[in-house]
């Protein structure tokens, strides 16, 4: 028997442990979530995604698998489990697929996991075989916007044709939004908004001119900002400026961890920020200074 642990939880599917568990059924095991009062399993394989996610203890004596970012474990599936399609049934919590059309990014951003997991950008997978037949799909790719051309109007086209609802869950690349793109993705639906990232100051404008492609190509719908915050007063002047700049930006705080430390948030004010930002009838309702002072 094949015992699997989601150590940060059941919030999201956890891509590597659906793939693990389709593999072991195909051979014939019996896989199942893993509870130590009861089973005796031949192998576990625990996944955990986050650095700052508490392990969970290890009763049993039997062969234990784990991978993932948050052990800081970077290997691959082996390419006979990476091949499989994704075993839903673990996760019938969740109507929606999920998965990557391409893997890697062309950036080197120094707080990124992305360069020394997965390298540099290359191709995955097709829409069609990633949706498995489910109109809402979360694609996790790092940076879908670098691909070559012809694979992303081809991925887009064939989203909108199939009339799947899409979502790049880990944000679109505002620096490499043009007006080409810009209309094949205005032509897709999206199961919630187009989400950008703005790490950094000098995104501001990336992110402003990104925006404004996309409203001239005819999209009309919410963008979703994720703001890391590593200092309070920037993220607060990145806020500021890209909830003036249009009026359906949704800014999401993400407080800065060290990968490669302990996973806390060095600077518990940016968790403050965090529960300002991230509420938006509260972030509308108030300033920041006056939700601190609260």
Known sequence: MIALVDVDGHNFPN???????AWWRQQGETVKWYDPLFDRPDRIYKSKVFTFTPDTPDYCDCEIVRGGTGYRLYEDLAPEIDAMKPDYSIYPQYDYAI???SRGCIRNCPWCIVPRKEGKIRQYDDIETVSCGRR???????NFLANERGFIAEQLEKARRLKLRIDFNQALDARLVDEENARWLAACHWSKYIRFSCDTMGVIEPVKAAIRTMRAAGYRRKFFIYILTKEVES?????????AFDAHVSPFVM???NLYGDGKIADKRCALLANWCNQQAVR??????EFKRR
Not at 15 to 21: E, N, T, V
Not at 284 to 289: V, Y
């Open 15 to 21: 891509f590597a442990l659906m793939k693990i568990a």
């Open 284 to 289: 509308k309702s108030c300033t920041f200074e």
């Open 235 to 243: 993220a607060l002047e990145r806020i500021r400026e890209l909830t």
């Open 99 to 101: 998965g990557f059309l």
């Open 255 to 257: 407080p800065y961890r």
């Open 136 to 142: 809402d799909v979360v694609l996790m790719d790092n």
